[in-house]
């Protein structure tokens, strides 16, 4: 049970209560530290300024008592001075041990320090400042008569101090201060918090649904990396709903394509059993020879799709020469002079690519066999320039349906386009004029 508790994997919704949390508890810290310096520099404007006042009135206290002045001397409405230490009131106790050049606050024999006086101040014990006599106390000396004469400058901590009832009020005050400062933050905070964790709480919850063909979509007061995220969903989600429907026409065309040889070849075999005719044996089994070699053809395309799907984009650049289109398009000029077909390649700038040969003879095998298969005489023409490949027919051109839709051409095409894509090639199919197709095979300029 503890062990699930440590280790639960927080969410998104349960995250603006932790920042709250978190900020709520750095916000009661640097309240107590702001409390705090405040009242201890109160404090310290308040000494030094009594201080100071003690200090600058005893040049006037030796004047006055160099001049026969009695004790006590009183100077303004809050100072007493004194030569004498034992005519200095008991209820200030023994001043007498301070050394000469004291300047400070006393309580009886003692000094008071800062942090006594905070915690009298702040009453952290019962009573404390009721029980002591606190007076500011200047220790100094003078000469006359040829003695030197103690000066003892006195000022009542109660005349000169902020009272109880004030320290209270600005206590009050303080506290109050802190405290709207602190729910004002804290809703701030909380309300930044939310908004920056509902995109992907909305974002989490659209992934959950499972209704189709919907987009991910956040608020329009989010930030523009949620915008971003949400078209990146909206791009994949389509990348995988388009690759879906691609392996499932894949896998349609596959089946079709390799029925058929083996539709052939089961038909020429049990026609093998009926004739024992020499040319009628030997016109089967070139019916089982071609139709076993578009087969192995079909098997080995897909065998070598699936690999280039797995390998790495790892192919230098070399340069296409004529040798190779000629060994290429050389298995299909059989299949292209039985039907009259000529097939003429003309290349005006060797251009230089990036498919391994294999891949450009999947590539250009499909889009002329296509060709073939689309003409029943006349030309095709392979035209290759530095920046495309066109293969252009003389034969039926495309239907309305056909258009724009490389589904319907069969599996050759289907392993074109997959394959263009790979290698950010653009493969694009139109009619002809007058007659015929241009089968275009668009690649970027690359160097050696």
């Known amino acids: 049970m503890l062990d699930s508790l440590l280790n639960k994997v927080p969410t998104a919704s349960s995250l603006p209560h932790k920042l709250m949390l978190y900020f709520s508890t750095v916000a009661v810290m640097i309240g107590v530290t702001i409390y705090f310096s405040m009242f201890a520099l109160m404090q310290w404007v308040e000494d030094e300024v009594n201080q100071h006042e003690l200090k600058s009135s005893a040049s006037y206290a030796v004047k006055q008592f160099k001049q026969g002045a009695t004790e006590p ?139 189709p063909n919907k987009t991910f979509c956040v608020s329009k007061q989010s930030a523009a990396e949620f915008t971003e995220l949400a078209e990146s969903l909206n791009h994949y989600r389509q990348q995988n709903e388009m690759m879906i429907k691609q392996e499932q026409a894949f896998a349609r065309y596959a089946s079709h394509e390799l029925r058929t040889p083996l539709t052939v070849i089961s038909g020429a075999a049990k026609l093998q059993e009926k004739n024992n005719a020499v040319d009628f044996q030997t016109r089967q089994r070139d019916r089982i020879q071609r139709a076993a070699l578009d087969m192995q053809h079909t098997i080995d395309v897909l065998l070598n799709l699936v690999k280039q799907e797995k390998a790495t984009d790892s192919n230098h650049s070399r340069l296409l020469t004529l040798a190779e289109i000629e060994h290429i398009v050389q298995p299909l000029q059989t299949e292209a002079k039985r039907k009259n077909i000529n097939i003429n390649i003309n290349i005006e700038q060797a251009p230089v690519i990036k498919p391994a040969p294999t891949v450009l003879k999947m590539l250009l095998s499909n889009v002329i066999s296509n060709a073939i298969n689309a003409s029943e005489a006349g030309d095709i023409t392979v035209l290759i320039n530095q920046h495309e490949i066109v293969v252009t027919d003389q034969g039926q051109g495309l239907t309305e349906s056909e258009q724009g839709n490389m589904h319907g051409h069969g599996l050759g095409l289907l392993i074109v386009n997959s394959l263009c894509q790979r290698y950010q090639w653009q493969f694009n199919l139109t009619n002809a004029q007058p007659t015929g197709c241009v089968a275009r095979l668009s690649f970027p300029a690359l160097s050696l």
């Open 73 to 211: 001397l009183a100077i303004g409405l809050r100072i007493k001075a004194y030569h004498s230490a034992d005519l200095i009131p008991e209820k200030y106790g023994d001043l007498s041990h301070f050394p000469i050049g004291f300047i400070g606050e006393s309580v009886g024999d003692n000094q008071l320090n800062w942090s006594e006086e905070l915690k009298a101040l702040l009453q952290f014990t019962p009573d404390a400042k009721a029980n002591l006599h606190e007076v500011f106390l200047y220790r100094g000396s003078f000469h006359h008569n040829h003695k030197l004469q103690p000066l003892y400058l006195i000022m009542e901590s109660d005349n000169v101090e902020l009272s109880e009832h004030k320290w209270n009020l600005i206590n009050l005050f303080i506290i109050s201060f802190i405290c709207v400062l602190f729910l004002l933050f804290g809703l701030a905070i909380h309300k930044l918090s939310c908004r920056l964790v509902r995109p992907v709480s909305e974002l989490s919850q659209q992934l959950k649904s499972i209704k």
